[in-house]
């Protein structure tokens, strides 16, 4: 059952071939067995799953079923759920208890989906490993010994084992297509906008963005289609028509144009990462897609930028966990400076307190110009170039990242691990949807190719996807030891 695509399993479902409740059961086994090898979930919901379950099967018998009816998801835990535990993987909130639901859980439980619980990712979002959560890091389930990525460490992780079918997850600078490379899952980052931000704890507010990971393109297209649309409680929301993604993935690519930025190959690049691409690419020669080499003049600027606009937010962001309103409150405060300066040294990791730091330095008087100002217009050279490339060519492409997950040993800061990453956030930076798909085997390990799109045209990333996969098979390959 774990390995069937969400549409195989759907259809049982509706002939009455398995109930909603069998496969909630199926799924909890799994997670029960073999969770305890990933640390996936940091938080499961059995007893409410079960309750779905059970309201799926009634809706399929009267008829009433929906997009998701009966499907097991889990959701990144800085997803808002009502009721359940949400700690965007920090001390900092161990003990919140969200009063309300963000929107995408609303969207997907109207949709019928059922929720196992919670993932694990990097504290706050921040980190490209899944190593920096207060509750472990989350292991590859390729290699144990290798790290998932980050931040949606946990939803990537959970999927490639087939301890759900799919996950949401969170993309700043890469979030969700980093750990889809490194689990071998597909995942996408929709235009910023087209997926409600209401209920997500925030990061880094302009680059923040929802999206699933699955483990087909044809299975995010109907999760995504599932929890995307306008919200009037996020005013970042655009107000687009949200395309039937699903029904739109036998779009043609004969015609269509993928540039080949040569910022996107100048990695290092290793042997079998290198053929992967190769035969990817003819792959998609063969669908009808023309290549074109293009340069990216401000390439090198991505992750600079990234790493002055996005702490910046986040120390704004954060601001607001001081130990009094909610979450973690440090003991015995002498007064409230020292509630306020105990309380975050002890509730926020390394990698937070690191980030709040440079965002508050180069927000400081002195070099809010120099820095945050200059960024943003950087950033609006960044995204007029992606624009402006996209105006002639349907995709820019290349590897998701040089090579496959890093072992547990590996040693970087957060910086030279983006700069690992610095083909996915120009993306964010420009607002664009990108997708990350399964492109072969490296050492062992999953690669991923990446595709970026043009604003509010997720359709046509998820058809080349879909229809690569159509003629490939790396997306039916799974970890030996979860098989």
Same mark, same amino acid.
């Given at each position: /059952?774990?390995?069937?695509?969400?549409?195989?399993?759907?259809?049982?479902?509706?002939?009455?071939?398995?109930? *909603?409740?069998?496969?909630?059961?199926?799924?909890?086994?799994?997670?029960?067995?073999?969770?305890?090898?990933?640390?996936?979930?940091?938080?499961?919901?059995?007893?409410?799953?079960?309750?779905?379950?059970?309201?799926?099967?009634?809706?399929?018998?009267? &008829?009433?079923?929906?997009? @998701?009816?009966?499907?097991? +998801? *889990?959701?990144?835990?800085?997803?808002?759920?009502?009721?359940?535990?949400? !700690?965007?993987?920090?001390?900092?909130?161990?003990?919140?208890?969200?009063?309300?639901?963000?929107?995408?859980?609303?969207?997907?439980?109207?949709?019928?989906?059922?929720?196992?619980?919670?993932?694990?990712?990097?504290?706050?979002?921040?980190?490209?490993?899944?190593?920096?959560?207060?509750?472990?890091?989350?292991?590859?389930?390729?290699?144990? =010994?290798?790290?998932?990525?980050?931040?949606?460490?946990?939803?990537?992780?959970?999927?490639?084992?087939?301890?759900? /079918?799919?996950?949401? &997850?969170?993309?700043?600078?890469?979030?969700?297509?980093?750990?889809?490379?490194?689990?071998?899952?597909?995942?996408?980052?929709?235009?910023?906008?087209?997926?409600?931000?209401?209920?997500?704890?925030?990061?880094?507010?302009? @680059?923040?963005? =929802?999206?699933?990971?699955?483990?087909?393109?044809?299975?995010?297209?109907?999760? @995504?289609?599932?929890?995307?649309?306008?919200?009037?409680?996020?005013? !970042?929301?655009?107000?687009?028509?949200?395309?039937?993604?699903?029904?739109?993935?036998?779009?043609?690519?004969?015609?269509?144009? /993928?540039?080949?930025?040569?910022?996107?190959?100048? %990695?290092? +690049?290793?042997?079998? !990462?290198?053929?992967?691409?190769?035969?990817?690419?003819?792959?998609?020669?063969?669908? &009808?897609?023309?290549?074109?080499?293009?340069?990216?003049?401000?390439?090198?600027?991505?992750?600079?930028?990234?790493?002055?606009?996005?702490?910046?937010?986040?120390?704004?962001?954060?601001?607001?966990?001081?130990?009094?309103?909610?979450?973690?409150?440090?003991?015995?405060?002498?007064?409230?400076?020292? @509630?306020?300066?105990?309380?975050?040294?002890?509730?926020?990791?390394?990698?937070?307190?690191?980030? +709040?730091?440079?965002?508050?330095?180069?927000?400081?008087?002195?070099?809010?110009?120099?820095?945050? +100002?200059?960024?943003?217009?950087?950033?609006?050279?960044?995204?007029?170039?992606?624009?402006?490339?996209?105006?002639?060519?349907?995709?820019?492409?290349?590897? !998701?990242? *040089?090579?496959?997950?890093?072992?547990?040993?590996?040693?970087?800061?957060?910086?030279?691990?983006?700069?690992?990453? *610095?083909?996915?956030?120009?993306?964010?930076?420009?607002?664009?949807?990108?997708?990350?798909?399964?492109?072969?085997?490296?050492? %062992?390990?999953?690669?991923?190719?990446?595709?970026?799109?043009?604003?509010?045209?997720?359709?046509?990333?998820?058809?080349?996807?879909?229809?690569?996969?159509?003629?490939?098979?790396?997306?039916?390959?799974?970890?030996?030891?979860?098989?």
């Amino acid at each position: /059952m774990h390995k069937q695509t969400i549409s195989e399993l759907r259809a049982q479902l509706e002939k009455g071939e398995v109930s *909603a409740l069998e496969v909630q059961e199926y799924f909890q086994a799994r997670i029960e067995k073999y969770d305890g090898a990933l640390n996936s979930f940091i938080t499961t919901t059995f007893d409410e799953a079960k309750t779905a379950a059970k309201e799926a099967d009634e809706a399929i018998k009267s &008829g009433k079923n929906e997009l @998701l009816t009966g499907i097991p +998801i *889990a959701h990144k835990d800085l997803v808002s759920t009502k009721g359940t535990l949400t !700690t965007a993987a920090s001390k900092m909130l161990s003990n919140y208890v969200p009063p309300f639901d963000a929107t995408i859980v609303e969207n997907l439980r109207s949709k019928g989906a059922v929720s196992l619980g919670k993932v694990n990712m990097d504290e706050f979002a921040m980190g490209s490993t899944g190593a920096t959560s207060f509750y472990g890091g989350t292991n590859n389930p390729w290699n144990e =010994g290798h790290v998932a990525g980050g931040s949606s460490s946990g939803s990537a992780a959970a999927v490639a084992a087939g301890l759900v /079918m799919a996950a949401t &997850g969170s993309d700043t600078g890469g979030s969700i297509r980093q750990p889809a490379s490194f689990c071998g899952v597909t995942g996408i980052k929709p235009t910023y906008g087209r997926v409600s931000r209401y209920g997500l704890i925030a990061f880094a507010s302009s @680059l923040d963005q =929802g999206g699933v990971l699955a483990k087909t393109a044809e299975d995010c297209a109907i999760v @995504l289609e599932g929890m995307a649309g306008f919200d009037e409680k996020d005013p !970042t929301s655009a107000d687009r028509m949200l395309p039937a993604f699903s029904k739109e993935l036998g779009q043609s690519l004969k015609g269509s144009k /993928m540039a080949l930025p040569r910022d996107f190959f100048a %990695g290092d +690049i290793d042997a079998e !990462t290198a053929k992967a691409i190769d035969e990817t690419l003819a792959i998609y020669r063969k669908l &009808g897609v023309e290549m074109v080499e293009v340069d990216l003049k401000y390439h090198e600027l991505v992750t600079p930028v990234y790493y002055v606009i996005a702490p910046a937010e986040a120390a704004s962001n954060l601001s607001r966990f001081d130990g009094i309103r909610f979450g973690y409150r440090a003991e015995n405060a002498q007064n409230l400076e020292d @509630l306020y300066y105990r309380t975050r040294t002890e509730g926020f990791g390394e990698e937070v307190k690191s980030r +709040i730091l440079m965002g508050t330095y180069a927000t400081t008087d002195v070099l809010y110009k120099d820095f945050f +100002i200059k960024s943003q217009q950087i950033r609006r050279l960044i995204t007029n170039e992606y624009n402006e490339i996209l105006k002639d060519v349907d995709f820019i492409a290349g590897p !998701t990242v *040089a090579g496959p997950a890093f072992g547990k040993n590996h040693q970087a800061s957060s910086i030279q691990n983006s700069l690992f990453d *610095a083909n996915l956030i120009g993306a964010n930076l420009a607002g664009l949807p990108a997708l990350s798909h399964q492109m072969g085997i490296s050492n %062992g390990m999953p690669v991923g190719f990446h595709l970026i799109g043009r604003a509010f045209d997720e359709a046509k990333l998820l058809a080349a996807a879909h229809q690569y996969q159509q003629n490939s098979d790396w997306h039916k390959k799974f970890p030996a030891n979860f098989d």
